[in-house]
């Protein structure tokens, strides 16, 4: 007997889950089936951001840090700290420990919410009288049927052609998470956001770390200024990045795993690490869908194919996050979660692209909203931009991390703020204030007028805006 719901959603990732409750909010009856499985078999909810992804990495970078502040920087505080050890088994207990405590998080938003939630794989069975049929695969099989669908089910780790993942030495993200003890050797593929926070955690524990990246340019998507101050603080840290490697042949053995590589100037190289990460990018996730059966339309990459609403090709069928297009993150797919559950409902649910913030969440922190200066000046418009070092800013100086700055750029005509882009402390909490100030479509002077509280790192944020009219006052 097929159970009925006025909405299912496949996946209880960031896009599924806040979808399903924003829907029940809404007075819809709701089903969730997400398949994660913890260490005992049992749900864990949250998808790839808090098993694999935002969440415990955050955790180990986190631990790592505080590592490497009692190793490096206590002593210029007064503090002796002698002997300093990382048990690593204990750190990677932390992070799951973290992990589990947002898996029971969800499943308590389900109950509270009503949502009914099933554990296993969810697949189009087909199209039936004034909706879908669903399948869920897991310790029973299930059937549910609903008017509505959404669709949330994520991205894979790309794999790199020749070199599959055994998370033992040829690592996707999941694997560098559960490393069992510092490598000594450590090589990474790709300098994007996973590749350098993992790369980060374990250069901070004593890896001698490696990362090859295939594009000349280092962070191309972030403003070329921020993106040359990251690099100098990651060379000052020993993370070694070489840009513009040409991937060859990779050889995984007990003792390790070798990469050949040419280098940017053409010459053959190779590199011999203990274990290597591979972070090239990621790929929508339609495995086991069968979107076939009820004809789902996807892309050349596999993506399902959506419009700006994120409507399917299909009546009643939606899908948001990394399955579909745009950037794959993790508050991306909440937003359109929610957006898709209020269009539902007949409302006017909301997304700008234009407003999303990037974080890179390194030592220093990076993250941007908006659009770079190289953007700006291949589109033509003419802007004004303003910076503002931490090295002068009173709260990083007695934090006693001075390193980085924050930019504005504005536009030349109306002063309304076209992008802020960051490198420093607390990068991922300051840009939320330059995200709200673009919703509103505030000028650069609308910040350098607000008051900021002092001493803070905020105060940077002000002083970049009055940057733009060339009149900083504590630089």
Not at 124 to 138: C, P, R
Not at 254 to 266: C, E, H, L, W
Not at 451 to 469: G, I, N, Q, R, Y
Request: aromatic fraction near 6%; glycine fraction near 12%.
């Amino acid at each position: 007997m097929s159970k009925q719901f006025d909405v299912i959603v496949i996946g209880g990732g960031p896009g599924g889950y806040i979808g399903a409750i924003r829907a029940a909010q809404l007075g819809f009856n709701v089903a969730c089936i997400d398949e994660w499985k913890n260490d005992k078999g049992g749900p864990a909810p949250g998808g790839t951001c808090t098993n694999v992804g935002c969440i415990p990495s955050k955790a180990l970078l986190q631990s790592s840090e505080h590592f490497e502040h009692a190793n490096k920087h206590f002593a210029d505080h007064g503090i002796t700290a002698t002997g300093v050890k990382m048990d690593v088994a204990k750190m990677v207990g932390r992070k799951d420990a973290v992990v589990k405590q947002n898996n029971d998080g969800i499943l308590y938003l389900f109950k509270k919410n009503k949502i009914s939630f099933f554990h296993g794989r969810g697949s189009f069975v087909k199209a039936v009288d004034g909706g879908y049929e669903i399948n869920v695969a897991g310790s029973t099989d299930e059937t549910l049927t609903a008017r509505q669908v959404i669709v949330a089910t994520g991205s894979n780790a790309r794999v790199l052609p020749g070199a599959p993942f055994d998370e033992e030495r040829i690592l996707s993200n999941d694997g560098a998470l559960r490393m069992g003890a510092v490598p000594k050797r450590l090589g990474v593929i790709g300098s994007g956001v996973i590749g350098l926070e993992l790369g980060s955690v374990w250069r901070r524990l004593g890896a001698d770390v490696t990362i090859l990246e295939g594009l000349p340019t280092f962070l191309g998507a972030v403003d070329e200024q921020i993106a040359k101050e990251a690099k100098k603080a990651f060379d000052k840290q020993g993370l070694k990045i070489e840009l513009g490697v040409k991937i060859g042949e990779v050889k995984a053995g007990k003792k390790g795993v070798n990469v050949a590589y040419t280098d940017a100037k053409g010459e053959a190289k190779a590199l011999d690490v203990d274990q290597l990460i591979v972070s090239i990018g990621r790929v929508p996730n339609t495995i086991g869908l069968n979107a076939e059966a009820v004809g789902l339309k996807l892309d050349e990459r596999g993506a399902i194919v959506v419009d700006a609403d994120c409507r399917t090709n299909l009546p009643g069928v939606w899908a948001v996050g990394d399955v579909v297009r745009g950037p794959m993150l993790a508050h991306k797919a909440e937003e359109e979660g929610v957006a898709v559950a209020e269009r539902m409902a007949g409302q006017h649910g909301h997304v700008n692209f234009n407003t999303i913030p990037w974080v890179i969440y390194t030592s220093p922190e990076i993250s941007w909203v908006g659009r770079t200066e190289q953007q700006l000046k291949e589109q033509g418009v003419k802007y004004k931009a303003g910076t503002f070092p931490f090295l002068a800013n009173g709260r990083a100086r007695a934090l006693g991390d001075t390193t980085g700055m924050v930019k504005f750029l504005a536009d030349a005509a109306t002063d309304e703020i076209l992008g802020v882009h960051i490198v420093g402390p607390q990068a991922s909490e300051l840009i939320a204030e330059a995200v709200v100030a673009m919703e509103f479509k505030a000028s650069s002077e609308d910040i350098a007028r607000i008051c900021h509280a002092h001493p803070t790192l905020s105060e940077s944020m002000k002083e970049a805006a009055l940057a733009v009219d060339k009149r900083t006052l504590n630089f």
